[in-house]
């Protein structure tokens, strides 16, 4: 799997938390493109309390940025994650896969200690 794209980081605090495949920029790129939304989206990548192993991963378009976020952009999309999220996600990427089985977003973590059978909850 190659990343031939160009990473921007926007924060010098925790540069790259988390970086996207080729297969993944393009999917949030058609995504970000069908909200048609007036404002400037990001991935927002965020690691909240919970879930059976301990973390689960959220993902959602968020336009809205704090100081301490860290803002990566891969060609047209953008990554947010905040400050809190970053120490958990660092070394982490985000892989999208479109086929009959495991299609969707993937987050491999090599801080995960533990992960669910439901691959969205780790510790």
């Given at each position: 799997?190659?990343d031939?794209?160009?990473?921007?980081?926007?924060?010098?605090?925790?540069?790259?938390?988390?970086?996207?495949t080729?297969?993944?920029?393009?999917?949030?790129?058609?995504?970000?493109?069908?909200?048609?939304?007036?404002?400037?989206?990001?991935?927002?990548?965020a690691?909240?309390?919970?879930?059976?192993?301990?973390?689960?991963?959220?993902?959602?378009f968020?336009?809205e940025?704090?100081?301490?976020?860290?803002?990566?952009?891969?060609?047209?999309?953008?990554?947010?994650?905040?400050?809190?999220?970053?120490?958990?996600?660092?070394?982490?990427?985000l892989?999208?896969a479109?086929?009959?089985?495991?299609?969707?977003?993937?987050?491999?973590?090599?801080?995960?200690?533990?992960?669910?059978?439901?691959?969205?909850?780790?510790?």
């Open positions: 799997m190659s031939a794209t160009t990473t921007i980081t926007l924060s010098k605090k925790n540069p790259d938390p988390i970086t996207l080729d297969a993944a920029i393009a999917k949030v790129a058609e995504l970000i493109a069908a909200e048609a939304a007036d404002e400037t989206l990001a991935l927002r990548v690691v909240k309390p919970g879930g059976c192993s301990g973390f689960n991963y959220d993902m959602y968020d336009s940025f704090s100081d301490d976020d860290i803002v990566t952009e891969f060609g047209a999309v953008k990554v947010a994650v905040d400050a809190a999220s970053a120490d958990l996600l660092t070394g982490a990427t892989d999208f479109d086929g009959l089985q495991g299609a969707g977003f993937h987050i491999t973590n090599p801080n995960a200690t533990r992960t669910c059978g439901c691959g969205n909850s780790f510790s």
